[in-house]
């Protein structure tokens, strides 16, 4: 594989990884506005935003293609 193929794929998966952390950001902040979470949810929601993120984070060093 070409350095050019291997960036254009690499900015491909790290766009997903974004956008599926800002999907899990805004659908989190869509339910909160729409009614009031329990604790339990809350925390759900917070585990699911942190965790996508923690994806991206790691993906980031490892490929060094941060957008």
């Known amino acids: 594989m070409t350095d050019l193929q291997n960036a254009v794929l690499c900015c491909i998966e790290r766009e ?4 599926e952390w800002l999907e899990v950001r805004t659908r989190g902040q869509y339910v909160r506005r729409l009614r009031r979470l329990s604790r339990a ?11 996508a ?7 980031d060093p490892e490929h060094r293609c941060n957008g």
């Open 53 to 59: 993120l923690r994806r991206l984070a790691d993906y």
């Open 16 to 19: 997903r990884l974004e956008f």
């Open 41 to 51: 949810e809350q925390a759900e929601w917070d585990r699911r935003e942190q965790e």
